[in-house]
């Protein structure tokens, strides 16, 4: 047998994004993060720049994630429509 693969071959990286109002982005993260299969959260503001990006492992508790909600909570004060994008 050939272990090694050709990660194009047998990897398939599957990118969502969502474009919601400030209001709804940390309760849309906490989601997201409960879900449990994303690997990677970008947030872009309205002019699609980055703000934040944080990489989501299997088995993160709450209290690692507490300063990234935090920051979430001062950037939905801030920003009026952003964009999230989960690499999964």
Do not use: W, Y
């Amino acid at each position: 047998m050939d272990e090694n693969r050709n990660c194009d071959e047998t990897c398939e990286e599957k990118r969502e994004e969502f474009t919601i109002s400030g209001e709804e982005l940390v309760s849309k993260i906490k989601d997201i993060v409960k879900q449990g299969n994303a690997k990677k959260i970008t947030i872009r503001g309205k002019d699609d720049n980055e703000i934040l990006s944080f990489p989501v492992t299997v088995g993160v508790a709450g209290i690692v994630l507490a300063p990234v909600f935090a920051a979430l909570g001062a950037i939905a004060a801030l920003a009026t429509e952003c964009t999230i994008v989960i690499d999964r």
